[in-house]
């Protein structure tokens, strides 16, 4: 999918909502605990009920990597299951990929020809020879950490050096790159107020945002300084809505949760 595209999904339904498929066996609905597949059969329902609501589907691949072969092909059915019915859904792996050279080619081909996926996110800690593999795939997008959401960014990504946080070297650098209009980059809600100052560095580029919702994010904050032209948004829930209820009806209330924030994201594309 190019971004062209994505821009006219997110204006056709009035939507920059990514819904994350985070499956924890734990958490889900016990009835489907005898399904043959109850990963698949959950993700599947809520996919059912939400697809005209969102414009993405993220699932975060160690949910599906915990549960060895049966949760893989879970994986696999899902994302087959969104390519044949929804092919105008923007899919993410969320597999947070970092490694250097021939191995990050594999990696890629495994998400991006293997699985189909639009997009997988990537960590660039290892510098560009780790992310430039990704980008050499056209019309597939690499999303880049950024700042993340999680207490532990403070650890490394807001360092001074040489004068200059960590995480804006990064975004500078990785804007030389080649392919590098391929890349889009991971912001978490919670840091909200740094987006301004994102925003100077990458004007343009599709921003992942995380944590809104049940991790306290604040969208009227991330809208008001991270939205360009072009809305250049996704944002992400998933405990929010697929886990709002764990009785029968979950599909239909996690519809309810994701038509909720759809309606607050048509009022702000509306002003």
Known sequence: MTTA????????KQSFLCIGLDVDLNKIPEHLLNEEDPIFAFNKAIIDATHHLCVAYKPNTAFYEAYGIKGWKALEKTINYLNENHPEIFTIADAKRGDIGNTSTMYAKAFFEDLAFDSVTVAPYMGKDSVEPFLAFQDKHTIMLGLTSNAGAFDFQTKIVDGKELYKQVLETSKTWENAQNLMYVVGATKAEYLADIRQIIPDSFLLVPGIGAQGGNLQDVCKYGMNDTVGLLINSSRGIIYASKDEDYA????????ELQLEMAEILSA
Not at 252 to 259: L, R, Y
């Open 5 to 12: 595209q994505l821009v006219e999904q997110i204006k056709k």
């Open 252 to 259: 239909e209330v996690a519809a309810e949760k994701a038509k």
